[in-house]
């Protein structure tokens, strides 16, 4: 690959890491079939420890001493509520819809940065975030009943994920990345053992061995992502991040026979594209001046 161009390169490693997001989904969805979900959250954490065990202590012991330990609480708690929402909205939604409302994360992280960090949220940037929100309705499409509450899932998994993502902006500063995943692991592992616990069913090997495999499957993700945003702009690298819908979309219609709904394909555009123009804002805001 190193022949490659650095444009080719990145887009390699993103198309993969949208692969790898969209098969751990399929993973999950299958597991929680036999394993209630709180417990697969557990297990999924558990093994992820056991993977990057190794290489948060090839550095040593000091390499993990911190004086952010709030901070890495915080994004431990955030990262365990977005798992769980998440596993069971992969559980209880059709893949599709699921995954297209959980697209919602750059709209939540903008109004999060405006609210929490006071950030400068312009006019355009307010409308795309409108727009988003619009995509959204158009999918859930409530009834006289309201919304339903399965809906809700993907998208507390989306809140959660953008304010995890606030902590990580700040932890980068200071922390080394292996120590940043490692204590993400060690603190989500034992908080999300607390709900395990109280569903535990002794799992079979097949489920155990197939969370093994998504543990691995988002760590190879995560180097994935981390290896595009090194050759390429956030802004190349976040519209491959979309081609999760697709795949997820047909590997769920031939392992499961599910068919998108019609509603999900204008909402799916107007948050994709909506959260696309967000991200090229952002790039030509900070993009310095010539």
């Not at 056991?50 to 890495?72: E, W």
């Not at 123009?277 to 001046?289: F, G, Q, T």
């Amino acid at each position: 690959m190193q022949n490659l161009p650095a444009s080719m390169r990145a887009a390699l490693f993103a198309t993969a890491a949208a692969v790898l997001a969209a098969c751990f989904s399929i993973i999950v969805r299958i597991v929680t079939r036999d394993v209630p979900a709180f417990e697969a959250v557990f297990l999924r954490f558990a093994f992820g420890l056991i993977l990057i065990l190794p290489f948060a202590l090839r550095r040593g012991f000091a390499g993990l001493k911190t004086a952010n330990s709030a901070l890495f609480g915080l994004r431990g708690a955030l990262s365990t509520a977005e798992m769980c929402f998440w596993f069971f909205a992969v559980q209880l939604l059709p893949l599709a819809r699921a995954t297209t409302l959980n697209f919602t994360v750059p709209l939540f992280g903008t109004l999060l940065a405006a609210i929490i960090l006071r950030e400068t949220v312009r006019g355009h940037r307010w409308l795309a975030v409108l727009c988003g929100f619009i995509g959204v309705g158009l999918i859930i499409h409530p009834g006289l009943n309201g919304i339903a509450l399965p809906d809700m899932l993907p998208i507390s998994a989306a809140l959660c994920m953008a304010a995890a993502g606030m902590t990580t902006k700040l932890l980068v500063r200071h922390e080394h990345p292996s120590t940043i995943l490692f204590y993400l692991m060690a603190i989500t592992t034992p908080i999300s053992f607390l709900p395990a616990i109280l569903v535990w069913q002794t799992p079979g090997w097949h489920s155990i061995a197939l969370m093994a495999l998504a543990a691995a499957m988002m760590n190879a993700m995560q180097y994935c992502n981390v290896k595009a945003l090194q050759l390429a702009d956030y802004s190349f690298f976040a519209g491959f991040s979309y081609l999760r819908l697709p795949v997820i979309a047909l590997l769920a219609g031939l392992l499961f026979g599910e068919v998108p709904e019609i509603w999900v394909l204008p909402g799916a555009g107007l948050i994709i594209g909506s959260t696309l123009y967000v991200v090229l804002r952002e790039r030509k805001l900070s993009a310095p001046a010539k």
